[in-house]
């Protein structure tokens, strides 16, 4: 059968499961509708995915114009769609959405589901040096990232990955992915797979705190958090002169003495900042400190 396929997501990886989704072959599926938002403040990685929906010819609703679940759920209906996928949405679906489509609603989470369930899944892996995540795509159910799963590919982490390469090595698996999935939707070969709770466990909501630099962490808990919170994400923050300062790249300094306090500014090359830690020592490589910053000076 053809699907009709609705699309839920402002992301950039909603704009790369839009394109691959437009590339299904006629006779398994065709975008019928795409819902998403005109801006967003709490995105780091926002597109604005109505304008290739729109010159696809696909109909557009923004969230901004239709805020309450029932009118959302309305206007998704009208497009009688057979499944919606919901790629890069921030926010749990109401629950008439949750039943428009008589085949359901698929979620996607970049990890190794049932682990690693809950919320920053790029981040938490590279923050806590984890060695390999996943990209999962499952059936959206009540308690989140649960559901029954469709697909999934393991990604491995490299030591020199950050959130971009992270990011990109995940999103180069998705369209092959969605390709499988509507695919085997159409023609009846897709056999979810129950996730096994007991395997699970959920990561929390980051806050602003969680991206403080400590210089009384390790050399590689820092490195971590600086790679786990760069570009696309809103970089790791370090205090000077009671203000934040933000650090997007460092590496591991090897032979620092040990009988320097954490936070001290070792040495400055150009524009790299050798600082020591609590175990060893990092040097700033991209970072936003002031050209005032001086040797000797404590973060």
């Not at 990232?145 to 971009?164: C, E, H, M, W, Y």
């Not at 992270?166 to 390709?179: E, S, T």
């Not at 994400?233 to 934040?244: K, N, R």
Request: hydrophobic letters at 45%.
């Amino acid at each position: 059968m053809t699907l009709r396929i609705a699309l839920i997501g402002c992301v950039e990886s909603s704009q790369i499961a839009l394109q691959a989704l437009l590339a299904t072959p006629a006779h398994q599926g065709r975008v019928v509708g795409v819902l998403t938002r005109q801006r967003s403040t709490f995105n780091a990685d926002f597109v604005d995915i109505s304008t290739p929906a729109a010159a696809a010819g696909i109909p557009v609703l923004h969230v901004e114009d239709a805020r309450d679940d029932a009118a959302q759920a309305a206007w998704l209906r009208s497009l009688a769609p057979d499944v919606v996928f919901c790629i890069g949405w921030s926010q749990l679906l109401g629950e008439a959405v949750m039943q428009v489509a008589p085949r359901g609603v698929i979620g996607f989470h970049p990890a190794a589901l049932p682990a690693n369930r809950g919320r920053h899944p790029l981040i938490w892996a590279l923050a806590l040096g984890l060695d390999r995540t996943a990209s999962s795509f499952f059936m959206i159910e009540a308690e989140a990232d649960s559901g029954a799963l469709l697909s999934q590919v393991p990604i491995d982490i490299s030591p020199s990955d950050d959130a971009r390469t992270l990011y990109d090595k995940v999103m180069a698996v998705v369209p092959g992915q969605l390709r499988d999935i509507v695919g085997g939707l159409s023609d009846g070969s897709l056999v979810p797979q129950p996730q096994d709770d007991a395997r699970a466990n959920h990561w929390r909501k980051r806050s602003a705190r969680d991206g403080l630099i400590d210089w009384r962490m390790g050399a590689i808990g820092i490195v971590n958090l600086v790679r786990a919170l760069t570009r696309p994400y809103p970089g790791a923050e370090a205090m000077h002169q009671d203000a934040p300062v933000k650090v997007w790249k460092c590496v591991e300094e090897p032979g620092s003495a040990d009988n320097v306090e954490p936070g001290k500014v070792l040495r400055i090359d150009g524009r790299e900042v050798t600082v020591k830690c609590g175990q060893g020592a990092v040097r700033l490589t991209e970072h936003e400190f002031p050209q005032t910053l001086r040797a000797g000076d404590y973060l």
